[in-house]
């Protein structure tokens, strides 16, 4: 009878938290949002969770620190805080938990985004995991991810701390020399084993010096590089699981936590990955060719199976609706693999979008095949430039400006939904002149498909860091750059500048730092009057985007002139600022990024999520904790 009790309890809580009947402190009440976890509720008694992964914001103090982010808002979707966690939350979690494991996610900065009050000291205090797990994929999150390393060290000095992600990989020594709060460095792109390798020698089931791609300080202090010696043929073995996220909002009562970015509840997305590593080189990338082999391990693509890609398409939308992204371009792995894919992933006769992304344009069979076989799919390509000479030096020298146009054009004809193309600024052998040349090139584009709104094209900054890792950070002077920020702690100062021209870490010789800003805003201004000619975006939208540039422009020139006084009228000046500095740094660039991918949840969707929700908390109850989540295929 007690455990009936018990049952039926558990069951009318958990009830109560997935209809969103309490409130968030700070904040309007979200459905099936963490109520309690916000404010700190303790960990809940029956489930010791082995591993809580932490993704923090760009920088920790945000919300009392005035910033002006600029363009960068625009260039992921996502805040300028960077609010998205990698996927590698899923797949690390998953597989952990197959190997008996229990993990939690918790999404810091998209808290902290919903919450003008919430305590993230009080929210760290009140966990008791075995141990913490901070990714650090990109540098712009180095300042947030350290931050949230001390204040896990603050209150539990006696659990370890872990960092993973391809900065760390590159900064691993570093980090452990520099920073006494960080314990280990998981190295690599394939750190599903290693962390569990890693968990069993933390619970005294094995022992450190054998943990696989492992960097950590020994009893002495001394820092120990464990040999980088796995990174699998294939990328078979993890599952990108997308019920694992939400099996952690249905233990721990925390959909906001568990949420990979801040809009996906009004924009949810999935994707399949088809490899890790990459075939390109492209000169300012951190995840090229160069980069894996160097600092990750990878001497050639791990490709998953067609068959895997397309069982985690079809997992993930029986739970999300809408977009679905196909990452790290399927042509990668050869035109009979892109050929079973794309079957494969047409006998699924999926209701929702699905957009690949490219490296280079897709042959036209390529293109005949998936409008064969897709009934909503769309085309991304990062074309970099207009200018075949400067994508040639800069990697991507596979295809020309003029086979690109016949690409889109052969697409839009095929009844292609979107064809997106991205040209960025500030990229090798590019000056002013150059740029203005590409953004008055977007107009060529339009007239070659006919004003056709299904093609996009857009122009961005390449910021507000160069990757670290990649050709250029490693060789600045060959590519005609000079680094603001080599190190760690370099980059975590630059991210506590109030404007985005001063907080990125390089400036191009041919395009200084003044002249870049400027150019930006210039060619910026050149495409929304481009778009407003062909009809692509409205007179009025146009108007408001023009109005949005320049006084984002004019804000960043206010605080170049606030630079030039006394540190006491410096700080004073960008407090009085501290609304302008906001509003200044909406989205303005990709102003139509989300346009044509429509959500559609269905029934089903709604089924499977709360089939999943009953029988997990089931499972839960009536094991007092011990059952450990199976990916649901």
Known sequence: MHRIAQFQAHIAQSVEHFLGKEEVTGSSPVVGSSIEALRGRPEGSIIQTDLIILHAPSVYDFRSRPSFFG?????????????????????????????????????????????????????IASLEPRSFGIDLHWMPHCQGAIEIARLCKKYHPDIPIILGGHSASVFHEELLTGYPEIDFVLRGDSTEEPFRQLLSAITGKGELSAVQNLSWRDSSGDVIVNELSYSPSDFDAPSLDFSFNMKTVIRYRDLLGASPFEQFMREPASAGIVCRGCTRNCATCGGSATTYRKYLGRRKIALRDPELVVRDVAHASRYIPGLIFILNDPLQGGPDYFEELIRRLGALNLDRPVAFEFFGPPTPDQLALMAEHLSNWSIEVSAESHDDAIRARFGKGQYTSAELEDNIKLALELGV????????????????????????????????????????????????????????????????????ARTVEEHRQLLLEPSWKQLMNYESLLLPTDEFADVVYEAAHITNDIKEEVGVTTPEAARDVRQRLTDS????????????????????????????????????????????????????????????????????????????????R
């Not at 960077?82 to 597989?95: C, K, M, Q, T, V």
């Not at 004073?572 to 989205?587: I, K, R, W």
Request: aromatic share 12%; net charge negative.
């Open 71 to 123: 363009p960068v808002a625009d260039l992921v979707p996502a805040t300028p805080i960077f609010d998205i966690y990698p996927l590698g939350f899923a797949s690390i979690g998953e597989y952990l938990e197959r190997n008996g494991f229990y993990v939690r996610i918790i999404n810091i900065a998209n808290l902290m985004l919903h919450s003008a009050t919430f305590d993230v000291e009080r929210l």
């Open 417 to 484: 939904t979107r064809y997106d193309v991205y040209y960025m600024i500030g990229i090798p052998g590019q000056d002013a002149d150059s740029v203005r040349d590409n953004a008055r090139y977007l107009r060529r584009l339009y007239e070659l498909s006919g004003n056709d709104k299904r093609m996009m094209p857009f122009i961005s900054p390449m910021a507000p860091f160069l990757d670290v890792g990649s050709r250029v950070f490693d060789d600045p002077d060959a590519f005609g750059y000079r680094l603001r």
């Open 553 to 632: 422009q004019a804000t960043m020139h206010k605080i170049d002139r606030l630079r030039a006084l006394p540190a006491p009228e410096y700080q004073q000046g960008l407090v009085e600022m501290e609304h302008e500095l906001l509003d200044a740094s909406q989205p303005v660039l990709f102003e139509t990024l989300t346009e044509g991918w429509g959500v559609r949840p269905s029934f089903s969707n709604f089924a499977a999520c709360l089939r999943l929700w009953l029988v997990e908390n089931i499972l839960l109850t009536l094991t007092l904790g011990r059952h450990h989540a199976h990916s649901a």
